[in-house]
């Protein structure tokens, strides 16, 4: 406007930034309609044990397609919801469902599962985010103990000040803890030590040249070994091969996640694969 003119020589950069922040703002309208009207979706990625292959968690991840505008993935979304207060009703959103749907499949008899929730360290910020878990806890009956809470390395290193006595008071709560992307946030050994967390998920591109590149086999590994000092459990992302499975399981791996074994899937499709109780309770 006003500075537009005052400044000519960078109207144009103003200019495209105009257009992108008004995509963004359409993006943000749309998301805030697509949440109201109950559109927004969520598919469950089934995760394996590495050794058994048998079905023990699953992560929640948001799904959205817009009639306008066709599939728009979380990477496009959810940096929009950060931005904004939205990243609260999106993670409210995604919680709810997961709680409800683990719930359910609770009671319908299947083998109780880990249910793991990505949240965004911006809707910490917000301040409500424990109140809003007690909440959906109690609303939908599901277990806290059954309960993953997802946070990017990254995102905790940015805001560790606020994140650290939050993830200490989830787990006080009974909610197991993971750190999501772990390799791509430049944490350090001293502060590995002092975590509260129970689970790093090796992030995908740790894991994509496995067992061709002999440096990342050797970095993947010693991840492992790394979290296994620290009595972590370990999930690798993205494992699309069965070469990587079986490297992955020899190196001590407990859990895989990735296209060799499923997509994230709607949650019609993820029952079928739902472990039955007598498969997994030792009695
Ligand atoms: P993430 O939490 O690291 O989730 C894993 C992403 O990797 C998912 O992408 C998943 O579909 C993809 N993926 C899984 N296995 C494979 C594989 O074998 N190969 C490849 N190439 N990709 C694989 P998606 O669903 O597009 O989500 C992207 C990111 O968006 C997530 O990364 C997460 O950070 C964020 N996100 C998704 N849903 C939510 C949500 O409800 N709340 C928040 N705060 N963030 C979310
Ligand atoms: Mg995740
Ligand atoms: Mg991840
Ligand atoms: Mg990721």
Request: charged fraction near 25%; include cysteine.
């Amino acid at each position: 406007e006003a500075k537009r003119n005052r400044r000519g020589s960078i109207g144009i950069y103003e200019d495209r930034l105009t257009a992108e922040s008004q995509k963004k703002m359409k993006l943000g309208v749309k998301l805030k309609n697509a949440l109201a009207n109950n559109v927004l979706e969520v598919h469950y990625q089934p995760q394996f044990d590495a050794v058994s292959h048998r079905l023990c968690g699953v992560e929640a991840l948001a799904r959205w397609t817009d009639p306008e505008l066709g599939v728009i993935p979380p990477s496009d979304f959810i940096p929009v919801a950060e931005g904004t207060s939205l990243i609260e009703a999106v993670g409210e959103y995604v919680l709810e469902r997961a709680c409800r749907d683990g719930q359910e499949w609770l009671q319908r008899g299947y083998a109780p599962i880990s249910v793991s929730v990505n949240i965004s360290a911006s809707q910490v910020r917000f301040g409500s985010f424990k109140s809003v878990l007690s909440k959906t806890l109690a609303e939908t009956g599901f277990p806290a103990h059954n309960l993953q809470i997802e946070i990017t390395e990254s995102s905790y290193i940015e805001r560790e000040n606020e994140v650290t006595p939050l993830l200490k008071d989830l787990k006080d709560m009974g909610i197991s803890i993971a750190i999501d992307d772990f390799g791509t946030g430049y944490s350090s050994f001293s502060y590995l030590r002092e975590m509260p967390w129970d689970c790093i998920k090796i992030d995908r591109s740790f894991i994509t040249d496995i067992p061709r590149d002999a440096q990342q086999c050797g970095l993947a590994s010693t991840i492992i070994k790394l979290a296994k000092v620290m009595s972590f459990k370990v999930v690798a992302e993205g494992v699309e091969t069965r070469e990587q499975l079986d490297s992955l399981a020899a190196w001590g791996c407990d859990l895989i996640q990735g296209y060799y074994f499923s997509k994230a899937l709607p949650k019609e499709s993820l029952v079928a694969l739902l472990p039955q109780r007598s498969e997994t309770v030792a009695l």
